[in-house]
């Protein structure tokens, strides 16, 4: 479960009502954009290489159960949604869709919207296969006019991998993306920047005659499924405008909706992550097209590059370590993709970019992984290199940190056979007795290859040390939010942020997404299992 709001009254409502109806048709348009549809009957932009899906946001006044939105809140999330809507926008071929309904219902949760769009649910129409989908939702926090924001965000193409197969030598190896949830770390908000924020929802629910003010308007938007909503297609993008063609009687055919701002501030300034989705989306569009046999955008890159380096800038530093890391990760797998239009410079330039993701994920098998195989890649004749060895401890480690992930160990075993000078069979027959013992369970206490010269030694691969919860232990994928708080070292915080990162696989999954190294989790293990999702 994650959370999410619990009370009708937490409705987001809407700036603008887009295509709300069941028989309106949805145009199979490059950039639309929808806001207002029913959570329980979600849908996306077939056309759309990526379709950037909004949730309701959850609502906890300090110290208190979930309850309605206030009004600082409600605009808050209002105004989020509208200007990260804009902005992706510009991308091209990506869609956006608020949805709004009743957070205690349980369709419109996280979860069940995820599947509903992935062809699992009541969904018109469902993602086409392949294209992706990105899903946003929020808990907010407010104390009179304090107010917080705690941004959650998952992404995925349908029916495909984000992994992404590499060669070097005639061997394949697999680069992955270290996760595919993202938790970012809580913005505050003060009253300053909440009236500006009033201010904007207030400027951006108004459709006007021409990118001006001062022309003529028409207030639009209205309550969920009002008959006098309002549908459009976006024709132009010319920021802070956003060019409209409406399709409902009764309003302007022709108009401009301005994106929202604060005091010449964009909501970026104030919650960074709005340009870590903007990367996301142009990483999902790039991945659609070149399934789709399309050559490398020069323009998605440059996006994917802006938007990393806007986010390192305004990012709470290690409290967004894992964000950060993604993102990293995301940039270096689509430099890897136009490795053969300019190999050199774009090898380097991934594997400085998996690099620095492996410097913040010290305890991510993934994020160590990828930055061997990177390295690998990025060394003209590495096989007779002096990097050989530190490659090889660096594939082990990864194997080490989790020996459950088949796709690391399958990275080590392509690295031991393509060299030989590193490895030889005694090594092939210990990557297979690790392939034997690969059981679903906590995994903990991972020795490291002694240290020393690494091509005089033994194989030293050590299998994992598995210890077995104690007595009464809850399971993290299944614990209610109140079980969780009576585990020792477990605030309410965290309880919620485990809750919402649900499924974990392993300890390090764990810490990875609470933003913690992993042995700060020491007090929780002996009251906390992981069990198969």
Not at 161 to 183: C, G, R
Not at 275 to 292: M, N, S, T, W
Not at 494 to 522: F, H, T
Request: charged letters at 20%; aromatic letters at 6%.
């Amino acid at each position: 479960m994650i959370p999410r709001p619990s009370n009708a009254a937490q409705r987001v409502a809407p700036v603008l009502a887009l295509l709300l109806f069941a028989h309106t048709a949805i145009p199979r348009t490059a950039s639309g954009v929808a806001i207002g549809v029913d959570c329980r009957r979600p849908f996306v932009f077939p056309g759309a290489d990526a379709n950037v899906v909004f949730l309701p946001f959850g609502y906890t006044p300090r110290g208190f159960s979930q309850a309605p939105l206030g009004d600082g809140a409600r605009d808050l999330a209002r105004v989020l949604q509208l200007d990260a809507m804009i902005s992706l926008s510009s991308i091209g071929n990506i869609a956006s869709i608020q949805l709004d309904g009743d957070g205690a219902d349980p369709q419109c949760g996280p979860e069940p919207v995820f599947d509903a769009l992935n062809g699992h649910g009541p969904a018109d129409p469902p993602l086409e296969r392949g294209k992706g989908l990105i899903e946003i939702w929020g808990l907010v926090t407010e104390d009179d006019e304090e107010v917080s924001i705690q941004t959650f965000l998952k992404f995925a193409r349908r029916d495909a991998s984000e992994d992404l197969k590499v060669t070097a030598n005639q061997h394949d190896f697999v680069l992955s993306p270290s996760d595919q949830f993202i938790s970012f770390s809580p913005r505050s908000m003060s009253p300053q920047d909440l009236a500006a924020i009033r201010r904007a929802r207030v400027e951006s629910a108004v459709l006007y005659e021409r990118p001006d003010m001062t022309s003529h308007s028409t207030p639009i938007g209205g309550p969920a499924n009002s008959p006098h909503a309002v549908s459009f297609q976006i024709q132009e993008v010319r920021p802070p405008w956003l060019h409209v063609t409406t399709i409902t009687r009764g309003m302007p055919r022709d108009g401009w909706i301005l994106a929202p701002s604060q005091n010449g501030r964009t909501l970026s300034d104030l919650m960074p992550e709005l340009h870590l989705i903007r990367l996301i989306a142009a990483y999902l569009r790039d991945r659609v097209q070149a399934d789709g046999g399309k050559a490398p955008s020069p323009f998605l890159l440059k996006v994917a590059e802006t938007s990393l380096a806007s986010f390192e800038k305004a990012a709470h530093g290690d409290e967004d370590t894992g964000a950060l890391a993604i993102g990293q990760q995301l940039l270096g797998m689509m430099y890897e993709r136009r490795a053969g239009a300019n190999a050199s410079a774009s090898l380097r330039r991934a594997q400085d970019l998996f690099d620095r993701a492996a410097d913040r994920l010290s305890a991510s098998a993934i994020a160590q992984s990828n930055s061997a195989v990177s390295s690998l890649r990025g060394t003209p004749d590495a096989a007779a290199s002096p990097i050989e060895p530190d490659i090889a401890r660096r594939l082990e480690r990864s194997v080490a940190l989790d020996p459950s992930d088949s796709k690391r160990l399958d990275n080590l075993e392509s690295f031991y056979r393509w060299s030989p000078g590193v490895a030889n069979a005694a090594h092939l027959q210990n990557v297979q007795r690790i392939r034997a013992r690969l059981p679903f369970a906590p995994l903990e206490d991972r020795s490291p290859q002694a240290p020393g010269n690494h091509l005089q030694q033994e194989p030293g691969l050590v299998a994992p040390v598995l210890k077995p919860p104690g007595p009464g232990a809850v399971d993290v994928n299944r614990a209610s939010l109140e079980e969780l708080e009576a585990v020792p070292g477990v605030t309410h915080e965290i309880a919620q942020r485990i809750v919402s990162g649900r499924p974990y696989r392993s300890w390090d999954d764990l810490a990875r997404r609470l933003g913690v190294e992993p042995a700060s989790l020491a007090k929780m293990k002996t009251a906390l299992r992981i069990d198969r999702p």
